[in-house]
């Protein structure tokens, strides 16, 4: 348990926010609710993602696609006379067996190859789903009445942002973790220790993609409605990718600071015609910045930070943590 | 047969254009070993660009590139001063952080273009857009043929620079082996800086050509983006011809298929990219590589 | 689990062309089991790219590999790996952000054991004793010293657990006393079961350690044997020397 907290000295704070947020809806009003839902929401994409973006370095580009199986899926099931809570393991598996069909051809390239592919599966995607005719094309679905409940939608959505951090970090402690790092450093390396390279990319793939199919299915649930512009919208596809690289790739708090900094963002964005007109700017000016002064984001920020702090205080500010 | 014929040419009048488009993107990749994603953002904004002096000025699409052509090289320069300059250098591959600080330019750009000009669709007519000349018992459209000879003309002028000036060939050797052309008193850092100016450039002229072809929003760019980075895939990534053999393949590709198959328009975006996932795959040196092995089974019998 | 007779390598008439250069010329030798074999020749002469071959890092162009009777052809680098039979490089490259045990463990994880748990930590502990890394298990792979990047990446290769080891070069850019400790090491490896190719520079260390080698010059086998009768070939004095060797000299 120590050496635990020693790893990870802001877990004890995780564990409060937690439980403040199952917590909520006790006392909350529904609009901080919405918002919470909408912070679990990013927690989960940016963590997923950030399983094979960071930890092993594959930056896809195109994750709005798993998003958009996990929602079609339980809207059509749903619409079958589906419970909605048993399509998402459906759209969970949907995704992972894409994700297997992408990465076969695309994990062969290497670097921002695969990320020039992912652009390219993501659009194909996007203009399928625009032209099949069950999707109900560009006008898009409607849930069956009698779908929603928020209340359990929240718990859901909270409790798989849990289930996702704790996914990750328990892999990350493991040797999958150590061969995504592997990957990530050299990859010719790793396979010259005898890791084989496409079978634990695919393996994180499909993983991190069901992960955001669920969260997919529950976010149609929650709104009743979608269509290819809301659930393969360019701004969603954007901020999977920039949340967990402001944070901080490849870390376990990385991807939850992006997720807390940028759900603080949408409420923002969404409050301020002003500001929701100029998205792009803000999330193309904080990639530019991120790159150009700390690729390490948030997380590598604070480090720096703690790095310049005396040594005395450090600990004192651990033994804290460790007390709380 | 007379269809073979038109189709051959309208992939020929097409591959024009991609050269120049995919031309930019190859420069960049070559000097600096970047993949340049805000080509896309550049290419729309050169289409505002041509767009905004037709509007305000009646200025023709075509001349007005002489205005927009070496603005944008201005403007490369500056980003590469601003910017891209300040990046580590990645000795083996291109790396992450500088496609993901490209992107963000992109984002930065389109938001630009939102700003000044709003979402909604724009295009330029002129009074031969809608012209055309018959020719083998097809039509061609004016505009495509203009497309094609502005193209031709600026890729045999720029092929003469590179070939002929101090400049130029500093390019091509630093494009070639950077270390043995800094030893040679290459200074590459201003190498740099030029071609990302000429690849900018270029990319705007795509754009001007572009706008005269099709109608643009600021998202425009991202198919031909696509376009671009397979053709220069199928080239080998580098070589002035294998730019011009890609895009002469592209465009064939594309063109036969949607001439002689019943693959809808809409899904004739999707042959670039299986056409570019399927070449990094199988031949990740792109036509030259696949050469060279045909060339090699062909010897050694 | 067959018979160990015979040779447990064998590598017949392999070529590997880049371009228009072959860089290896329809090369054949075979090792038996717990051998030290040395490959040499002079800079160029495809020492490097025999090994890339033998792992399965490139594929060879033509001609066979046969690692326990078993066609290494066709088979990734990591597949090799698992089956048994590792490299070291000769310019190494840790994992530089990992610490010098889990640049170990990648290998005792992943390698042909696969191990797990309390298995997994005792053999980390025991690549890094054999090593004599111990001391520096928990320091980053970027900090290590050259001596200390040498010996990780004989640990790296030992962690897979092989039963064929090819080292290439550990032994460049050491000093006489780390040159005694390396050939030490590798002695030693052998005396535990291990099969050892190696590509050495140092004509003293080859001829001290090794039981049989091959010379290649320009990709070609030039002279095999033991190394007293092998290194006072005519064709290989030539070769060192840097005498253009006549073709069909030595055939």
Redesign the interface.
Known sequence: MSALLRRHPLLPVGLAFGAFLLFAPVFAERGTENDLWNMSFFVVLAAAWNLLGGFA?Q?SLGYSAFVGIGAYTTVLLAKAGWSPWLTLPVGAALAAAFSVVVGL??F??????F???T???G??VR??AS?LDFTGGSSGLRMPPGTFDFTANYYGMVGLALVTLVLVAWLQQH?FG??L??IR??I??????????TQVKLQAHAISSALVAVAGGLFATNFQYISPGSVFD?RLS?TIVLMP?VGGMGTLTGPVLGAMLFSYLQIKLLASPALR?????I??????VV??FE?RGIVGLLDRLRARLPRRRTQAVAEAHGAG | MQKFVVVALNSLLAAGLYATMSYGLAVIYGVMRIINLAHAGLMMLAAYATWALNDRFALDPFLSMLVVAPAFFLLGMALYATLIRWLPRSQAGPSIQSLLLLFGVWLVLQNLAYAIWGGDTQSILTPYTMESVQLFGGRFGVPQILVFGVSILSLVGLNLVLRRTFLGKAIRAVTQNRDAAMLSGVNAGQIAAVAFGIGTAFAAMAGSMLSTLYAFTPDFGRSFLLKAFCIIVLGGMESFTGVAVGALVLAFIENFASAYTSIPVSYQDAISFTLLVVVLVAAPGGLPGLWRKLDRRVVAR | MPAESGPILAVSAVSKRFGGLLALDSVSFEVQPKEIFSVIGPNGAGKTTLFSCLVGAVQPTSGSVRFRNEELKGLRNDEIVTRGLVRTHQIVKPFRDMTVADNIRVGVLYGRLRLRGAKARERVDEVLGRTQLTHRAQAKAGVLSIGELKRLEIARALATSPDVLCLDEVMGGLNPAEIQQAMGLVRALRDSGLTILMIEHHVHAVAGLSDRLVVLNFGKKIAEGRPAVALRDPAVVAAYLGDEPEPGAKA
């Open positions: 370095g930056v051809p695309t062969r390239l290497r670097g921002p190859y990320t020039i592919a652009i390219g599966v659009e194909a203009v399928i032209g040797a150590l061969a790092e592997a450093q050299d010719d390396g790793a396979e010259a220790l005898g890791v084989n390279s360019f954007l690289i007109d100029s998205y792009l700017f999330y193309g000016g904080l990639l530019i790159m150009l690729p």
